[in-house]
């Protein structure tokens, strides 16, 4: 990666762990390039980065072999259609925004090599977790420059089927607050119970930070690890039955599909 050129469209927050993921990993600052209308943030991230940045998108791609679309997808469409006359045939397109297709990316900017990805938010920490799909048009040193953009910030997993990025938005995409989700419910538990607040957080933080190691770290599934930690007739098996009896997995279940849903409907919306 360290000699291929990568101009960033959008230097916002995505965007920026990137940069800062592929500069952590040795990639010198002159084969990095971006572009931002906002002149505070142009500052702010060629500071940060050292970097060049550009206010017109077309001067940003000029040169590059990668060009990743990180603006949001409501901008997409009109970024695309200006940028289609200034890229070049060979140019790998990724885009990282959520719920924009393949088909609506090649209608806006032409038939091209495409990557589309969805990264979700502990890219910010280089703990992220991408679903990246390819276009028939991509190489296959272009899958492995993609995969190694993607994987400067956490795990880059590839889908055999575009269709699939749905499901991947509903996991891991969404998937960061459903945890706060139960780390919010426990802590308030926690309060009911007589815990002082700030505790009773410290607790529940430390313990998703723990639990979350182990189901990475051990080598042992998550069902295994549960088993293991819940003895018959324990605090853990009395609290894991209420989860079962109010529907807790089926509720997971819904509320997945619901994400998976949206996206599909999202997509079908940004994609015209
Ligand atoms: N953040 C996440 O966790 C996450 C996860 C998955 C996917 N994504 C995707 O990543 C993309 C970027 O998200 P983000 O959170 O990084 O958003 P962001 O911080 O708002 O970054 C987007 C940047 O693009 C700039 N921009 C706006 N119009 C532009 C144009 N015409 N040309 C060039 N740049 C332009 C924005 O400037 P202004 O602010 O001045 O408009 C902003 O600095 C989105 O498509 C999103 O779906 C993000």
């Given at each position: 990666?360290?000699?291929?050129r990568i ?13 800062g ?11 990095i ?24 998108n077309?001067e ?40 924009i ?27 992220g ?14 899958r492995?420059q993609a ?47 007589g ?19 182990m189901?990475?770290e051990?080598?042992v599934?998550a ?21 079962q ?9 819904q ?13 079908e919306?940004l994609?015209?």
């Open positions: 990666m360290s000699d291929t101009a960033f469209i959008g230097a916002g927050n995505m965007a920026a762990s990137l940069i993921g592929l500069r952590a990993q040795g990639v010198p600052a002159a084969a390039r971006a572009s931002d209308p906002g002149a505070e943030q142009r500052a702010l991230i060629a500071a940060e980065h050292g970097i060049e940045l550009f206010a017109d077309a940003a791609v000029a040169g590059a072999e990668v060009v990743v679309l990180a603006v949001k997808p409501q901008v997409m469409k009109a970024v695309c259609q200006a940028l289609a006359a200034h890229l070049r045939p060979e140019q790998l397109i990724v885009s990282i925004a959520a719920g297709g393949c088909a609506s990316l090649e209608a806006w900017l032409g038939e091209r090599p495409v990557v589309r990805c969805m990264p979700n938010t502990p890219a910010l920490l280089r703990q977790v991408s679903g990246l799909f390819a276009n028939a048009r991509v190489s296959a040193a272009q492995q995969e190694q953009l993607l994987g400067a910030v956490g795990l880059a997993l590839w889908l055999d089927e575009e269709r699939l990025l749905d499901a991947v938005t509903a996991v891991s995409g969404s998937g960061p607050a459903y945890f706060f989700l139960l780390m919010e419910a426990m802590t308030a538990a926690g309060e009911q119970l815990l002082p607040r700030d505790t009773a957080a410290q607790l529940t933080l430390q313990t998703a930070l723990g639990a979350a190691r189901a990475t051990s080598g599934d069902a295994e690890l549960r088993r293991r930690v819940t003895s018959p007739n324990g605090t853990t098996e009395a609290a894991i039955n209420a989860f009896a109010g529907g807790f997995e089926a509720l997971v279940q509320a997945l599909a619901a994400a998976a849903r949206r996206s599909a409907e999202l997509a919306q994609g015209r």
